[in-house]
């Protein structure tokens, strides 16, 4: 059998890694959300406006989930990837998981009170007890939308650039298009691609680091649920209709703290809390002596992934 994981191969090339990837996530991946994920708005009637947001915004990404998993199902070179988001006892899963929830809160709260320390946003309380099934249903949602873009970056990218490239290079690359995924959302600014393109980074180090993309699905699910659901601030732009608190209308300055439509990732603490996840990644990893598996690929250190070679057929020879 050919061996499809050469790296003179053409589809082990950097830039058609990339082609694939933005046909198959922005065009593929897209379509099937518009038309698959519109069905839970169309069975769910009488919809309230903090369901319909969420259905809107959020379970149609359940359908992207799907979609990646499959593709690495049925496209060979593509099936070493399921080992990276299978759950495992042995990989620590779900402990990895809730470190990541646990810094995407830390990390999220922390802009949040720098913008409410400086005076650009006040909030209310405002929930009762018949919110909690929406809070639930929306916190699992946001986690897969969550897990849509981490497969796509932290996954897709990141392990199939590995394969042949240093590791920097699949983290710079990928973080950079996580940012540029961003471009169209409303609000968006300089120094909010800024913030993305870094975040995409230090997800990707903490990926390394942690040695699960479990760790990226937390930090990114409680990153969007805490601004979103919990603040009732703009998400990368879009602002939940149902949350624990609310931004008081009448208050919202746009600064180098707070932007006023794309929320914290619009301001400067955001892009200083994703700086220091990044030196912090570094100085732990310096110390425990790994940073020379930044200039390592999966070739250089012998794990190229494996594809089951062809049964040969058995021939039975008469008289044996």
């Known amino acids: 059998m050919k061996e499809i994981f050469t790296k003179t191969h053409f589809t082990n090339r950097i830039i058609w890694i990339v082609i694939v990837w933005f046909v198959l996530y922005e065009f593929v991946d897209g379509i099937l959300i518009l038309t698959i994920g519109s069905l839970p708005r169309l069975l769910v009637p009488n919809q309230s406006a903090g369901l319909s947001f969420v259905l809107e915004n959020y379970t149609p990404l359940i359908v992207s989930c799907l979609f990646f998993v499959l593709l690495c199902l049925i496209v060979k070179k593509n099936r070493f990837l399921i080992s990276t988001f299978k759950p495992s006892r042995e990989g620590k899963s779900m402990s990895k998981l ?3 929830l646990l810094l995407g809160f830390l990390t999220n709260f922390f802009c949040i009170l720098c913008a409410l320390l400086h005076g650009d946003i006040k909030l209310y309380f405002d929930f009762s007890a018949s919110q909690i099934p929406l809070m639930i249903f929306a ?6 939308q969550s897990a849509s873009e981490e497969l796509w970056c932290r996954c897709y990218l990141y392990d199939r650039i590995n394969v042949h490239y240093p590791l920097w290079m699949a983290i ?6 996580f940012g540029l995924l961003h471009l169209s959302n409303p609000g968006m600014s300089a120094l909010a691609l800024a913030d993305l393109i870094i975040c995409g980074i230090s997800y990707s180090l903490l990926r390394w680091y942690s040695g699960s993309i479990w760790t990226c699905f937390g930090i990114h699910t409680m990153w969007n649920f805490t601004q979103n659901f919990l603040f009732g601030l703009p998400n990368s732009g879009l602002v939940s209709e149902a949350s624990v608190f609310h931004l008081d209308a009448a208050t919202g300055i746009s600064n180098w703290i707070y932007s006023y439509e794309f929320g914290v990732e619009g301001g400067v603490p955001a892009v200083f809390i994703d700086l220091l996840l990044v030196v912090v990644i570094l100085i732990l990893a310096k ?6 598996e930044l200039r390592e690929s999966r070739e250089s250190k012998g794990e190229m992934p494996v594809t089951a070679p062809k049964e040969a057929p058995v021939v039975e020879i008469p008289g044996e």
């Open 172 to 177: 710079i690359i990928n973080g950079t298009l």
């Open 139 to 144: 916190l699992i949602c946001v986690f897969f």
């Open 287 to 292: 110390r425990k002596g790994r940073l020379g």
């Open 98 to 100: 809730g470190l990541g």
